[in-house]
């Protein structure tokens, strides 16, 4: 009967391990595409704001680029 509980046990380690894995790279895959979404809002704030001041007639000259 030992043996048997111990491969049942290893049985269930084994299968919360993959759970966890196949949870945790889901997590990734998800925080990536959130990642990715916030990179293209920011761009396209970004893109319209120097439309803006491009037909304004003005440059956008950051303050930390000296040159």
């Given at each position: 009967m030992t043996p048997t509980l111990m491969i049942l046990g290893i049985g269930a380690y084994f299968l919360l391990?993959?759970?966890?894995?196949?949870?945790?790279?889901?997590?990734g895959r998800a925080d990536r595409a959130e990642d990715q979404q916030h990179a293209r809002e920011?761009?396209?704030?970004r893109h319209e704001r120097l439309?803006?001041?491009?037909?304004?007639?003005?440059?956008?000259?950051?303050?930390?680029?000296?040159?």
């Open positions: 391990g993959t759970t966890f894995l196949a949870m945790a790279s889901a997590a920011a761009a396209r704030r439309a803006l001041l491009s037909r304004a007639g003005r440059s956008y000259h950051s303050p930390l680029v000296h040159g």
